[in-house]
Every structure is written in C-alpha cells, then in structure tokens.
C-alpha cells in the first residue's frame, strides 16, 4: 500500500511566523500535491509537482510556496504565516494520469495560526 | 475554468434507507477521470470509486455512481444506507492542465441515524 507521512502532525505559530510542512512519499509517484482543508470550501489545491524541481499553481496559492527536492520529498513553505492560513494540510501523491491515478494521502497536518 | 458543484452540505438518511449525493461538473480542460473519494472521521480522505466511462456504473463497498457527461453529473447512490456510512464524501475531477491533479468539490457530509 502506498504511504505518504507527513510531518508535524500539529503545529502553532505566531502571525508572521515562519513554518515548513514536509511531505514525503514511498510510492516512487511522479506527482505531488499540497490541498487544505476547510468547511465549506473543500479541499483546495494549493500547489502542486510532477517531479524533481518541478513546481505548479494550484488554485490558492497566496502565501504559500513550494518546493520539490526529490521525487519523495515535497515541502509547504509559509513564510509569513496569517491567521487565514489557519487550516488542516494534506499531502497526497499519484501515479500520472490514465495509471490509475487516484489520491493517495498523508495524515494532515492541523496549522493554528495565532 | 472547471468546477464541481456538490449541492448538499448535509445529508441525514435513516439507517436502511437509499441515499443519493449529487455531483455536477463544468469542465474546459481535459477531463481524465471522476473520482468519489471518502473520509472519516479524523482520518485522510481515501478513494471509493473511479470512472472515466460515460453511463457506465462503477460499483465499491456498496456504493455506485454513473458518469453520465450528457448531464455533467456523477452522482453517488447506495441503496441501504449504514451506520458506518456516516462520513464526509468529496467528488473529484483529475483534469489534465499544466500536468494533472484534482480538483475537488466542497463535500457532503452524511450522517445515517438509526
């Protein structure tokens, strides 16, 4: 079964703090994907990755950025952290399009934003 | 742009009664496959069906859904529902656009009662 762990679990910051969500994935998957979590809207995409160094816009993706260091390996970068940004974080990986691309995702991770 | 509309934020269905959950779409990108994806509670959101046929009904765990793109719709079914059902459930298109990835609808949550 395919495994994508995220790191931390939970995590509280100050407005104008500065965190980093990580996300790594055993998969050997092209794609990577960052989504939020939050009622009434969904899951939103926020960025997204089909490799190493690669790096796309999702739908939100103000005050955020991302990087791809590896084809395991997908960091969430805030660097000056709003109360908006308040949510919960999943990671998920896929195999490309028409290969069974389903979702495969992490635990979350709960951002508080005080 | 694309979209998908999910119309009921909550759904209350007796136990051993049918339940149906709405799913429409609009779509200009290229639309791989349509996803229902399921998450309980404190849990990530894992995948319950897949199609990418049009009028053809997929079928898992109990639940069924039909693309019928004539009608932008892949609506969710089953015909006795379970106190285990209760959960959140999000539809999903895998678009093909500067890679691919999923967008998502804003979920409905179904709570089954006794």
């Known amino acids: 079964e395919a495994a994508v762990t995220q790191s931390p679990r939970n995590k509280v910051t100050v407005t104008g703090g500065n965190v980093t969500l990580s996300c790594r994935q055993t998969?050997?998957?092209?794609?990577m994907y960052w989504y939020r979590q939050d009622t009434g809207h969904g899951l939103r995409l926020i960025h997204y990755?089909?490799?190493?160094?690669?790096?796309q816009i999702g739908d939100v993706p103000d005050g955020y950025k991302a990087t791809r260091t590896t084809q395991e390996d997908f960091f969430l970068l805030l660097e000056l952290a709003s109360p908006s940004q308040t949510s919960l974080y999943f990671c998920?990986?896929?195999?490309?399009?028409?290969?069974?691309?389903?979702?495969?995702f992490g635990h979350g991770t709960k951002l508080s934003v005080l | 742009g694309d979209s998908v509309t999910q119309t009921e934020g909550l759904v209350t269905v007796t136990e051993g009664l049918p339940v149906k959950l709405n799913c429409t779409y609009q779509?200009?990108?290229?639309?791989?496959?349509f996803f229902w994806y399921v998450q309980y509670l404190n849990e990530a959101p894992q995948v319950l069906l897949r199609?990418?046929?049009?009028?053809k009904r997929t079928e898992h765990q109990g639940f069924h859904a039909t693309l019928h793109k004539s009608s932008s719709s892949f609506h969710l079914q089953k015909s006795s529902a379970q106190l285990s059902d209760s959960a959140l459930y999000y539809c999903?298109?895998?678009?093909?656009?500067?890679?691919?990835?999923?967008?998502f609808g804003t979920g409905t949550k179904l709570q089954v009662v006794p």
């Open positions: 199609s990418s046929t049009d009028n």
């Open positions: 779509t200009t990108y290229l639309t791989i496959a």
């Open positions: 990755s089909y490799g190493a160094g690669n790096l």
């Open positions: 999903a298109l895998s678009l093909a656009n500067s890679g691919t990835y999923q967008r």
């Open positions: 998920a990986s896929s195999a490309p399009a028409g290969t069974n691309e389903r979702l495969f």
């Open positions: 998969n050997s998957h092209n794609y």
